[in-house]
Nanobody
Framework: VQLQASGGGLVEPGGSLRLSCVAS????????MSWYRQAPGKDRELVAL???????TYADSVKGRFTISRDSTRNTMYLQMNSLEPGDTAVYYC????????WGQGTLVTVSS
């Protein structure tokens, strides 16, 4: 399984971005997909998760601002990020889990004026 993340960039505080993660290869229909992020000097942390039943989980710091979703027909997962804050600056990674774990290459999000 290969993951390609995209959509990062520079945005001002209060702005929005949408990240995408496309899975290809031997992709299972039953899988959990998630977004993690890693800020400079900090550990990687879970941002949002969507399970095979499409139930979602969010980090407290992003609840009400970020939305995770997926289009299973396109093997694509999204992260809609609104009301971005400087504290959201990080490299964002997607993770695929069907018992096998695969990471995407990361996409940089910078929130700054």
């Amino acid at each position: 399984v290969q993951l390609q993340a995209s959509g990062g960039g520079l945005v001002e505080p209060g702005g929005s971005l949408r990240l995408s993660c496309v899975a290809s290869g031997a992709v299972s229909r039953i899988r959990t997909m998630s977004w993690y992020r890693q800020a400079p000097g900090k550990d990687r942390e879970l941002v949002a998760l969507i399970n095979p039943s499409d139930e979602t989980t969010y980090a407290d710091s992003v609840k009400g601002r970020f939305t995770i979703s997926r289009d299973s027909t396109r093997n694509t997962m999204y992260l809609q990020m609104n009301s971005l804050e400087p504290g959201d600056t990080a490299v964002y990674y997607c993770l695929y889990n069907d018992g096998r774990f695969y990471w995407g290459q990361g996409t940089l999000v910078t929130v700054s004026s």
